[in-house]
């Protein structure tokens, strides 16, 4: 490894930058922050914003089970549709909290829409599927037509 001696920059690298450049920086600051006026803002609550259930599906030999936690969602703001094939469960949560204290009402109020989408086989019996929601987990049943069970194909070794 050789050691260089050090130099000094020369007197123009040491120059502010180009206009050009700098309106180009200010250009770009400018366009991100009309796109997104609360880019570098923190939400009050944070993760809300984007807030979505958490799903899961089950496949056995009758029928999909999809269950959703859906926490302070009520039944009458959840929505189950099932389109070509695609469950969707959407719908809107609203959180208040009222919180008296030293004689000062407090009040905080959170609402969020949310959707989830999840794509099944296309051998749903749509006439027998059943929707549940208790303590705060949406249960989705889809009985599967008759006869359509999946074949099992054996694999062999080559």
């Known amino acids: 490894m050789n050691l260089l001696p050090w130099r000094a920059k020369k007197r123009e690298d040491l120059a502010p930058a180009p206009v050009e450049r700098l309106q180009d920086e200010m250009s770009h600051v400018i366009d991100r922050f009309f796109r997104d006026p609360w880019a570098g803002f923190e939400p009050v609550w944070p993760?809300?914003?984007?807030?979505?259930?958490?799903?899961?599906?089950?496949e056995d030999d009758?029928?999909?089970?999809?269950?959703?936690?859906?926490?302070?969602?009520?039944?009458k703001d959840i929505h189950v549709e099932l389109h070509d094939g695609v469950l969707t469960v959407s719908g809107e949560k609203k959180q208040?909290?009222?919180?008296?204290?030293?004689?000062?009402r407090?009040?905080?109020?959170?609402?969020?829409?949310?959707?989830?989408?999840?794509?099944?086989a296309e051998d749903?019996?749509?006439?027998?599927?059943?929707?549940?929601?208790?303590n705060g987990v949406l249960t989705v049943k889809?009985?599967?037509?008759?006869?359509?069970?999946?074949?099992?194909?054996?694999v062999r070794n080559g």
């Not at 009758?62 to 039944?75: C, F, I, K, S």
């Not at 889809?142 to 054996?154: D, F, N, Y």
């Open 96 to 104: 208040e909290a009222t919180k008296d204290e030293g004689g000062m």
């Open 124 to 134: 749903v019996d749509e006439g027998k599927i059943a929707a549940e929601h208790k």
């Open 62 to 75: 009758q029928a999909y089970t999809v269950r959703a936690e859906l926490p302070g969602v009520d039944a």
């Open 142 to 154: 889809l009985p599967k037509l008759p006869g359509t069970s999946a074949k099992r194909i054996e």
């Open 47 to 58: 993760g809300f914003e984007n807030w979505g259930p958490a799903v899961d599906v089950k």
């Open 106 to 120: 407090r009040t905080e109020c959170r609402y969020g829409r949310f959707a989830r989408s999840v794509p099944l």
